[in-house]
Every structure is written in C-alpha cells, then in structure tokens.
C-alpha cells in the first residue's frame, strides 16, 4: 500500500513564503513523476507544478518565478518552495505521484494567504 503525505500548509500573509512537504511511504518500486495541484475554494483542481524522476521542471505560468518544486529520492519526499504569496494562492495543495504505473495522491494540506 502506497501512501502520500502532505505538510506545511498554514496561514501567511501576503508577500510571505510556505515550504510544502509530500512525503511517500509504502510498497514503493520506482517514483517517477511527481507534481503539485491545487484546489481554490469553489473550484477545480489545477495543476501547480511537475517534477520528473531526473529533476526537470515545468510550473504553470501563474506560479512561475514565486514556485519551486524540488524533490529528494533518497527520502521519497516533494517539496513546494512558495514565495511572494498571494491572496489568489489560497487553496488546499495536493501530491501526487506516479508509482509503479499507478498514480497516488495525498490528502492535501490547507494554504492561506490573507493579511
């Protein structure tokens, strides 16, 4: 059993910074894409940002330049580096991975940006 585990959401002003945590667990082969969603309050979930296993990268263009997605294969762990935060960023964030041909997600974790 696969499991994803999401931390490091909370509430921040605007202009300020959160580090997302997605830690993997489980009967785990080979991780290889890893990305980012998100969930704005009454709407659809999109995607934030991609990792692959080697470490390339692709945002979409609302997080460019404020976003960083990394990720550590040795602890199976993604992270979201967030900074100049903004109101509109505001939503619950979720992992998910591509594992062993079958695709995982986390429970998500609650971000705020409001002054």
């Known amino acids: 059993q696969v499991q994803l585990v999401e931390s490091g959401g909370g509430l921040v002003q605007p202009g300020g910074s959160l580090r997302l945590s997605c830690v993997v667990s489980?009967?785990?082969?080979?991780?290889?894409?890893m990305r980012w969603y998100r969930q704005p309050p009454g709407r659809e979930r999109e995607q934030v940002a991609t990792?692959?296993?080697?470490?390339?990268?692709d945002y979409a263009d609302y997080v460019k330049g404020r976003f960083t997605i990394s990720r550590d294969n040795a602890k199976n762990t993604v992270y979201l580096q967030m900074n100049s935060l903004k109101p509109e960023d505001t939503a619950v964030y979720y992992c998910?991975?591509?594992?062993?041909?079958?695709?995982?997600w986390g429970q998500g974790t609650q971000v705020s940006v409001s002054s």
């Open positions: 998910k991975a591509s594992i062993n041909a079958e695709s995982y």
């Open positions: 489980g009967s785990i082969f080979r991780i290889n894409d």
């Open positions: 990792i692959t296993r080697d470490g390339y990268t």
